[in-house]
C-alpha cells in the first residue's frame, strides 16, 4: 500500500500561511503524516499562534531549526549563534514566547528518521556536521556535494529546509529534497511537498504552492514594533507590505 507524507519547513512565525497549507493537507484524507523541517519561530512574529496550531496536532513530527535552537538558548541563558540585529529579534522572540510551549519545543531533536515501503528517510533542518551544527548555505548545491555530505548516511531520502529554495535533486545513491519556505517568500504562497512511496519503493514529488492573504501578516511588523521590521519585510517577503500602505 502506497503511503503519502506532506513535509513542510521554515514557518518562521506566519500562522496566515501555515493555516493555509494545514488546509489543504487535511483535504487529503491519503496523508497520514506531516514533518516539519525547523524553523518554527523566528523572522515572523506570531509566535504563539503557530505553537499552539502546530502543537495541538497529533500527526505532525518535528526536527529543530537554527531560529528554534537560539530562542531556546537565550531562554536557558546559553549564548546563541545569533548577533548584532538578528540576536535583539531572537530576544524579543523569546521574551514574547508564552512559557507553556517551552517543554514541547525543548522536546524536538536536530534529525529524525522514518521508513516507509523500505525507503529510510532521513529529516533533517540542514546539512549538520559531527558536532550536529549546521554547516554555511550551500548557495550552489549539487548532487555530487551533497552526496560527499551524506556518504556515510544509510537515507535513501534526505529532507531538509533553511534554505529558502526548492531543491529536488536526484542521485545514484538517494533523493535530496527541500519544499521551500512555507512562512517567508517575495508573494503570497506557502510552500510545502506532497512525498508519496509506493509499494515497489518507488517515490513521487509534488511541489505545492498555496495562495493565502499575508496582508495583515505583513502590517503586523510594524504594529507589533518587530525588532529589524524593515529588513526582514525587505529580505525575507521583497517589500510586499508597500503596497498595502
Known amino acids: 500500500m502506497e503511503?503519502?507524507?506532506?513535509?513542510l519547513t521554515d514557518i518562521h512565525g506566519n500562522l496566515s500561511a501555515l493555516?493555509?497549507?494545514?488546509?489543504?493537507?487535511d483535504q487529503d484524507n491519503e496523508i497520514e503524516h506531516l514533518y516539519c523541517l525547523g524553523d518554527?519561530?523566528?523572522?515572523?512574529?506570531?509566535?504563539?499562534?503557530?505553537?499552539q496550531?502546530?502543537?495541538s496536532r497529533k500527526d505532525i513530527s518535528f526536527v529543530l531549526g537554527n531560529h528554534d535552537e537560539a530562542i531556546l538558548d537565550i531562554i536557558s541563558g546559553r549564548?546563541?549563534?545569533?548577533?548584532?540585529?538578528?540576536?535583539?529579534?531572537?530576544?524579543?522572540?523569546?521574551?514574547?514566547?508564552?512559557?507553556?510551549?517551552?517543554?514541547?519545543?525543548?522536546k524536538i531533536q536536530p534529525t529524525l528518521e522514518s521508513i516507509y515501503n523500505g525507503q529510510r528517510l532521513l529529516f533533517v533542518h540542514y546539512h549538520l556536521n559531527g558536532k550536529n551544527e549546521f554547516f554555511p548555505v550551500d548557495q550552489e548545491p549539487t548532487t555530487k556535494k551533497l552526496d560527499e555530505l551524506y556518504r556515510t548516511s544509510p537515507?535513501?531520502?534526505?529532507?531538509?529546509?533553511?534554505?529558502?529554495v526548492v531543491h529536488h535533486f536526484k542521485s545514484k545513491e538517494?533523493?535530496?529534497?527541500?519544499?521551500?519556505?512555507l512562512g517567508c517568500y517575495h508573494?503570497?504562497?506557502?510552500?510545502?511537498?506532497?512525498?508519496?512511496?509506493?509499494?515497489?519503493?518507488?517515490?513521487?514529488?509534488?511541489?505545492?504552492?498555496v495562495p493565502y492573504d499575508n496582508r495583515e501578516f505583513l502590517l503586523g511588523y510594524q504594529r507589533q514594533n518587530v525588532p529589524a521590521a524593515d529588513y526582514i519585510l525587505k529580505i525575507f517577503h521583497g517589500d510586499q507590505h508597500l503596497k498595502y500602505l
Request: charged share 25%; net charge positive.
Open 79 to 106: 549564548e546563541p549563534y545569533s548577533k548584532g540585529n538578528e540576536r535583539e529579534h531572537h530576544q524579543w522572540i523569546a521574551t514574547h514566547l508564552d512559557q507553556k510551549f517551552i517543554p514541547n519545543l525543548s
Open 174 to 181: 538517494r533523493l535530496y529534497l527541500n519544499p521551500s519556505s
Open 53 to 55: 496550531m502546530l502543537f
Open 155 to 164: 537515507a535513501d531520502v534526505v529532507c531538509f529546509g533553511h534554505h529558502h
Open 187 to 209: 508573494k503570497p504562497l506557502a510552500h510545502y511537498a506532497i512525498m508519496t512511496v509506493g509499494e515497489k519503493r518507488e517515490i513521487s514529488v509534488t511541489l505545492r504552492e
Open 19 to 25: 493555516k493555509a497549507v494545514l488546509d489543504e493537507i
Open 40 to 51: 518554527l519561530v523566528g523572522i515572523g512574529y506570531e509566535t504563539n499562534k503557530v505553537l
Open 3 to 7: 503511503k503519502k507524507i506532506a513535509i
